[in-house]
């Protein structure tokens, strides 16, 4: 399995950017797909996941209403669309995917078999 990620750069507070995750030999059963984060000097976070079949998202609290994760199921391609950017979400985002994760697990980075290179994201104020 690879993962592909894409999309990074500087922004002013207030703008957007988008972020791409394509996925290579990602294929069957329940799969768990999506983005974290982690800014200079702290630990890896996380910040939205899709699981599919059925399309369930979860979101850390503070991205609600600004990010939306959304996938294409014939590229194979997780979307993060990043609204409202705020200095904070200033980060490396890392995408990362994982087999047959229960509910309770998807938000701890350490079940998660898969990951790609980060990308930066600067947010200025």
């Known amino acids: 399995v690879q993962l592909q990620a894409s999309g990074g750069g500087l922004v002013q507070a207030g703008g957007s950017l988008r972020l791409s995750c394509a996925a290579s030999g990602l294929t069957g059963g329940r799969i768990v797909m999506g983005w974290f984060r982690q800014a200079p000097g702290k630990e890896r976070e996380f910040v939205s996941v899709?699981?599919?079949?059925?399309?369930?998202?979860l979101y850390e609290d503070s991205v609600k209403g600004r990010f939306t994760l959304s996938r294409n199921n014939a590229k194979n391609t997780v979307y993060l669309q990043m609204n409202n950017l705020k200095p904070e979400d200033t980060a490396v985002y890392y995408c990362?995917?994982?087999?047959?994760?229960?509910?309770?697990?998807?938000?701890?980075?350490?079940?998660?078999?898969?990951w790609g290179q980060g990308t930066l994201v600067t947010v200025s104020s």
């Open positions: 899709i699981t599919w079949p059925g399309d369930s998202i």
């Open positions: 990362a995917a994982g087999r047959g994760l229960i509910a309770s697990s998807r938000r701890d980075k350490t079940q998660y078999g898969y």
